[in-house]
């Protein structure tokens, strides 16, 4: 492995490091100061729940919460690093558009936690790898969403459950998808030198 390659994997190695280390610290935070975190969710439709966009997907509501968003989300973070030249820029925008969708859409209830960025970056990996014609990373987001949970379909109907945001999973994979889709380069195929008899 080239030099560079071999730093710029370090560098996505140490940022991811970091994005994993501020999940547990909010968290911990949470439980030893005063108040409640959740209560800075996304709150859809109310002005004082529109900043929860930015904070949700650092919210928990327990350990367990956590702790089954934690390992799915890494792997796909992983996936997205390596994969995609600009991948800080792509989560921010799933959490930016798919949590404004959910602003919008939602239904009223708190919505905390990063399994709506985890449906997003498993729409994006599908769609972009995809339309770049990179079927591993697209099937390694398949393999991650139907081990998360069971199976991936039914995270986004509302048969999921009230305590489960479906419709915080459904907009960020909306999200995802139109991300992935439309922003990353269709694979182009190579020129053909010679005819085919």
């Known amino acids: 492995m080239e030099q560079s390659n071999l730093d710029k994997l370090k560098l996505a190695g140490a940022r991811l490091?970091?994005?994993?280390a501020t999940l547990w610290l909010v968290f911990i935070a949470d439980r030893i100061?005063?108040?409640d975190f959740?209560?800075?969710g996304i709150i859809p439709r109310r002005l004082d729940g529109i900043w929860g966009i930015l904070i949700s997907p650092f919210l928990h509501?327990?350990?367990?919460?956590?702790l089954s968003n934690f390992i799915?989300?890494?792997?796909?973070?992983?996936?997205?690093?390596?994969?995609q030249r600009d991948g800080w820029w792509i989560v921010v925008q799933i959490v930016l558009l798919g949590g404004l969708l959910l602003w919008i859409f939602g239904r009223p209830a708190m919505h905390v936690g990063a399994s709506g960025?985890?449906?997003?970056?498993?729409?994006?990996?599908m769609a972009a790898g995809f339309r770049q014609g990179r079927i591993g990373p697209a099937l390694a987001a398949l393999v991650v969403g139907f081990l998360y949970g069971g199976t991936l379909l039914w995270g986004v109907l509302p048969t999921v459950g009230e305590h489960v945001s479906w419709d915080g999973h459904l907009t960020s994979a909306i999200a995802g998808g139109l991300l992935g889709y439309f922003s990353a380069s269709p694979s182009v195929p190579s020129p053909v030198n010679e005819p085919v008899a």
């Open 17 to 20: 490091g970091v994005f994993a």
């Open 38 to 40: 959740n209560q800075w």
């Open 117 to 125: 960025l985890i449906y997003g970056l498993i729409a994006y990996l």
């Open 61 to 66: 509501a327990n350990l367990g919460h956590l």
């Open 72 to 83: 799915p989300l890494m792997i796909l973070m992983a996936i997205l690093l390596v994969t």
């Open 33 to 35: 100061l005063p108040g």
